[in-house]
């Protein structure tokens, strides 16, 4: 009977919204029965504060059990997912076995805190939630074992299993426990256990996602931006960090459902295939529920970059497509970096008083705006192919008038790069961070005005760009 199921369960399609909503559907009920096991009252905000954690939690289950079945079972790859799903399941049985035996567990259940290796812990968690865990661990093993008739794989694929989940039980918290105060230590738990569910997706599936995670140094000014604007207002180095990284990661989000979109332009240009509609799901699952815990701890900071998903929607979406109206999509792109120097500016609940917010946020718009002009150089051809007029489409005819277009707006740029060092000096910057700042926009401007392969420059530009602002974050920090 169980063999009959799990060939049910690999020979059925598999979709990735399916996988998810048990994900959900598993927190969900996980949390019901805590709040009835324990007789926890649970407020609309302690909700908001507690779903994004189980949430977590279980897609770091998923991830570990789904990679651990692609390698223990060869040859049958995505097919494992429906079966990862369903293993979830066991996530619903320790408060069910306290519940059958009418236990209250002395300690509620919660990661691992020290350095539990066998995930056994009195003190810290019920014996059927060891229990539990120690069935994921082997029950990928075991499948394995069916289905290959080979023991050593078998065991190879449960020790793979242990290592995917103890660095997020039990190594991250114990680091975490260490080194970060109480009033954080939750929180950059499960910032830590969201970026190994990134690192665990994006191994998985690297194939697929390399042509959107090759152009992250379009993603990265905006988290340079985010790092600049909490620099200015003198956040610490930790909300400096995860603040910036959501913006990167958000934009990043962007870029893949770009790229699904933009498919059939790309399959025509004879581009790889790249993002997928599971790869959406997958990347909106990860983002949104890191917003709704951003949401908990610095409600501003989370409208920011929901702000920024938003504006993305609208700009990449086939019923909206903003980019395919003229000068809209620069305009979208002032938006997101005004969207980044936001989260930056933002405290947990306000904004810092002392700060002029609309005077930054108006450079950030047309900074933003016109420092992504240039990128449009590289796709001339293929924009008017697909009729998406940028300025290179509509303002030039031919590759000289493109390049006469393309060095004002190179001269543009360094004009606006003199502007942001200049207001740097003035706010007294530190002078070594303002020099390697002047250096990287003389290499961008450079990249932009010499280099003639248009993707060359133009990839070249945006990771200079990067420097540029990564350079005046440390300068203005230090000031």
């Known amino acids: ?44 905000g302690e909700l908001l504060g507690f779903m994004p954690d189980f949430v977590g939690f279980y897609t770091v289950m998923f991830l570990s059990v789904w990679a651990a079945l692609r390698f223990g079972l060869p040859g049958e790859g995505d097919r494992v997912t429906n079966l990862a799903a369903v293993g979830l399941l066991l996530g619903l049985l320790p408060p069910l076995l306290e519940s059958l035996v009418r236990n209250v567990p002395e300690a509620p259940y919660d990661y691992f805190w020290a350095w539990e290796w066998l995930f056994h812990s009195p003190e ?6 060891t229990i539990t865990l120690w069935f994921a661990v082997l029950g990928p093993g075991l499948v394995s074992l069916w289905h290959t008739r080979r023991p050593g794989r078998a065991a190879a694929t449960s020790a793979f299993t242990w290592c995917l989940l103890v660095l997020p039980i039990v190594v991250f918290p114990g680091l975490l426990a260490e080194h970060v105060d109480n009033d954080t230590v939750r929180f950059a738990n499960t910032l830590a256990s969201y970026a190994w569910c990134i690192l665990l997706y994006v191994a998985l599936r690297g194939r697929r996602l390399w042509p959107s995670f090759a152009r992250v140094n379009h993603a990265l000014p905006f988290g340079a931006l985010a790092l600049i604007a909490a620099s200015w207002v003198g956040q610490s180095l930790f909300d400096m960090a995860w603040r910036a990284l959501l913006m990167t990661w958000t934009w990043t989000v962007l870029i893949i459902h770009n790229d699904h979109y933009d ?92 700060r002029p917010l609309f005077f930054a946020c108006l450079l950030a718009f047309g900074g933003g705006a016109l420092l992504s002009m240039p990128k449009d150089w590289k796709d001339i051809d293929a924009d008017r192919a697909a009729g998406i007029p940028t300025l290179y489409v509509r303002l030039s005819r031919d590759d000289e008038g493109a390049l006469r277009l393309h060095r004002r707006l190179s001269i543009a740029v360094a004009a606006a790069m003199a502007l942001s060092l200049g207001i740097a000096l003035a706010i007294g910057a530190h002078p070594v961070g303002l020099a390697l700042a002047t250096a990287a926009a003389a290499g961008a401007v450079a990249a932009l005005l010499v280099e003639k392969r248009p993707r060359v420059a133009v990839e070249s530009y945006f990771w200079l760009l990067s420097a540029f602002l990564l350079a005046l974050a440390v300068a203005i920090g230090h000031s």
Not at 124 to 129: I, K, L, Y
């Open 1 to 44: 009977m169980v063999g009959r199921t799990i060939r049910r369960l690999l020979a059925a399609p598999t979709d990735a919204r399916v996988a998810i909503c048990m994900i959900l559907f598993v927190a969900g009920v996980r949390l019901v029965q805590e709040a009835a096991l324990f007789g926890y009252e649970v407020r609309a």
């Open 124 to 129: 810290r968690q019920p014996v059927s939630e």
């Open 263 to 354: 498919a059939e332009e790309d399959r025509t240009q004879g581009r790889p295939e790249g993002a997928t509609g599971d790869d959406v799901a997958w990347t909106m699952l990860l983002l949104l529920n890191l917003l709704l815990m951003v949401f908990h701890r610095a409600p501003l900071v989370g409208l920011a970059a929901a702000m920024m998903l938003l504006a993305g929607f609208l700009y990449q979406h086939p019923a909206m497509r903003l980019k395919r109206h003229f000068c809209l999509s620069y305009k979208v792109e002032g938006v997101w970096a005004t969207c980044a120097v936001a989260a930056g500016l933002a405290l947990n609940e306000s904004f810092a008083p002392d």
